[in-house]
């Protein structure tokens, strides 16, 4: 009814007076309107210019490098862990940062982890997903990394992976003296063409995708040895990486390395469903592959801090290369810094390094780590480190004065993610 017209039922209602309880949760209630608006005020950043960036910084991960850069900018100010209303956040693990409470109501919260990156950051999922994505682009998986079996004793899939890897080791043993017989590099290509084809034929028998376990060794790999490295795949700096050329010296590392109960009876059963039967066809000798003990190391193994303390229940075995490249005789792996923001962009620091190993390359000694991990965590307890370079680390530069290889790495690669 228009004009303010109020019928009799109407005039007759009692007017409504909130009780004292209620009248206290609806203070409750605009109170909480009052402090949401404020909040939404502050988190759309519509905020006086004058007040600081604000950052949350956890211990770990060089953290007080951090502090001291953004305290030398004045519109930056450290704040407790505990506010919410940040804009950078610095953390060790994945687990101290809330990535479901990021960016809401309008504001952008900057951490340096990404969500699920142990997808990229754990050995095994890393493997895993360089496979998949190589399938997809029809490409070899190991032109990226070398042959790889992934163990996972948690996994029902764990005998099949294992009893894989053991049939490409028993083939690659059995090419060990043929390749030692061979006379000339073109006698050793000889036997290695012969050993792929068997890889390939034997090998991979049953496999439905062939691309994942399509894998041959590639030259730089065997030089008639038949090295291994076992890695713990969630552990990093080195730690609880072992050599091993033995089935019955990797179940003895994994026994020593694993946390499932009942390791003996889960790790002795490893490898016992193998079979045994000679390979059909093969130019190589039908000698015995069993297994050699670990005590046939040529020297003590040295002792590193913290390798002892490495435990997991999932292993990356993968092949290693026998005959990598060398700066001034010894092994060097490449360190490269990228930026990638969360809109999935990627900077490249151009002044990359290589870090060496302080002990001359040689086949001599499998359970010498200063000669085959190039890792500071391991090198810096050796008795050589800095004894060639400082910290045992060479610029792009410095390190070109002592190869003949190319070593412009940040134009190659900035190259190769543009063509993909």
């Known amino acids: 009814m228009g004009g303010g017209y109020k019928n009799k039922a109407e005039e007759n209602l009692p007017i409504w007076r909130p009780s004292a309880e209620e009248k206290e949760l609806m203070d409750q209630l605009q109170t909480k309107r009052e402090i949401k608006a404020k909040y939404n005020l502050l988190s759309l950043n519509k905020v006086e210019q004058t007040d600081l960036y604000k950052y949350i910084l956890l211990p770990g991960n060089n953290h007080d490098v951090v502090r001291r850069v953004l305290d030398s900018r004045p519109s930056w100010c450290q704040i407790k862990s505990s506010q919410t209303l940040y804009q950078f956040k610095w953390a060790q693990v994945s687990r101290q940062i809330r990535f479901d409470f990021l960016s809401k109501h309008g504001q952008r919260n900057l951490v340096n982890k990404f969500e699920y990156h142990g997808m990229i950051t754990t050995k095994d999922q890393l493997c895993h997903n360089l496979s998949r994505i190589c399938e997809a682009t029809h490409q070899d998986v190991y032109n990226y990394l070398p042959v790889t079996f992934v163990i996972d004793l948690g996994s029902t899939a764990c005998q099949t992976e294992f009893d894989k890897f053991c049939r490409y080791f028993n083939t690659i043993e059995k090419a060990k003296q043929p390749f030692s017989d061979a006379g000339t590099k073109d006698a050793q290509a000889e036997v290695l063409s012969t050993l792929n084809k068997h890889l390939l034929n034997h090998v991979n028998m049953g496999e439905k995708k062939r691309t994942v376990r399509n894998a041959t060794l590639r030259d730089s790999m065997f030089d008639g040895q038949n090295i291994w490295l076992l890695k713990p795949a969630d552990a990093n700096r080195g730690r609880g990486v072992q050599l091993f050329s033995s089935i019955e010296q990797l179940k003895r590392l994994i026994l020593e390395l694993t946390t499932v109960s009942k390791p003996e009876s889960k790790v002795g059963a490893l490898g016992q469903a193998t079979p045994k039967e000679p390979l059909n066809g093969s130019n190589l000798t039908d000698q015995s592959v069993a297994s050699q003990d670990a005590s046939t190391a040529t020297s003590e193994k040295p002792h590193i801090p913290?390798?002892?303390?490495?435990?997991?229940?999932?292993?990356?075995?993968?092949?290693?290369?026998?005959?990598?490249?060398?700066?001034?005789?010894?092994?060097?792996?490449?360190?490269?810094?990228?930026?990638?923001?969360?809109?999935?962009?990627?900077?490249?620091?151009?002044?990359?390094?290589?870090?060496?190993?302080?002990?001359?390359?040689?086949?001599?000694?499998?359970?010498?780590?200063?000669?085959?991990?190039?890792?500071?965590?391991?090198?810096k307890h050796g008795e050589n480190?800095?004894?060639?370079?400082?910290?045992?680390?060479?610029?792009?530069?410095?390190?070109?004065?002592?190869?003949?290889?190319?070593?412009?790495?940040?134009?190659?690669?900035?190259?190769r993610c543009r063509s993909t």
């Open 306 to 379: 913290g390798q002892s303390n490495v435990k997991s229940d999932i292993f990356v075995v993968q092949k290693y290369i026998e005959k990598p490249l060398l700066i001034n005789g010894r092994k060097f792996d490449i360190r490269l810094w990228v930026l990638v923001t969360h809109e999935h962009k990627c900077f490249y620091f151009r002044e990359g390094y290589c870090r060496l190993s302080g002990q001359p390359y040689t086949l001599e000694n499998q359970e010498n780590l200063f000669v085959h991990l190039t890792n500071n965590a391991i090198q």
């Open 385 to 415: 480190y800095g004894a060639f370079e400082e910290g045992n680390i060479l610029s792009f530069p410095e390190a070109s004065v002592s190869t003949t290889f190319s070593l412009n790495i940040v134009t190659y690669a900035i190259t």
